[in-house]
């Protein structure tokens, strides 16, 4: 399968995947120093070892600052681009010789504790009060409507 037909394929779920597929192509053009369709052929010839090329792959996005998840996002998107492409990558081998990012929280947020909810609700004004009751008694809501981040203003 040709280069072109498996972009097709993979980025055929919209516009946000088109341009994962386009960046997973601009790393890969960097990392081998060549265009993407001449590394995808030396990988799948085995001119270029497909693990060193997918652990340099790793390396340039962690260098981007790139979340765990993105960059196993973005490698999992490669690897399955090279299987359609003919190239022999295991899973098994995958693991041992690329090494992943140990999955991290990048965003925290937290219910806040019954002092802050004082002051929330000493703070603000009507409005903001009417929200009590409302989390309160659907709690779906609850768990947007009661956190740190969503009151942030209101804690200064």
């Avoid at 265009?35 to 260098?63: N, T």
């Avoid at 299987?83 to 929280?105: F, W």
């Avoid at 809501?141 to 981040?149: C, D, H, K, M, S």
């Amino acid at each position: 399968m040709d280069l072109g037909s498996i972009v097709e394929v993979v980025s055929s779920t919209g516009d946000r995947r088109r341009y994962a597929v386009m960046k997973v192509l601009r790393v890969l053009e960097g990392v081998a120093g060549v265009k993407a369709e001449e590394a995808f052929a030396r990988i799948v010839g085995g001119k270029l070892d497909p693990y060193e090329a997918l652990y340099r792959f790793v390396r340039s996005l962690q260098g981007e600052g790139l979340a765990p998840k993105s960059v196993r996002f973005y490698l999992s998107m490669l690897v399955r681009m090279l299987r359609m492409a003919g190239a022999d990558v295991k899973s098994e081998l995958l693991r041992y010789r690329v090494p992943l990012p140990a999955a991290r929280i990048v965003k925290t947020d937290r219910a806040p504790t019954l002092d802050e909810l004082r002051r929330i609700l000493g703070r603000n004004g009507i409005q903001e009060q009417s929200l009590v009751p409302y989390a309160c008694f659907d709690w779906h809501e609850a768990g947007r409507v009661f956190t740190v981040e969503a009151w942030r203003h209101a804690l200064r």
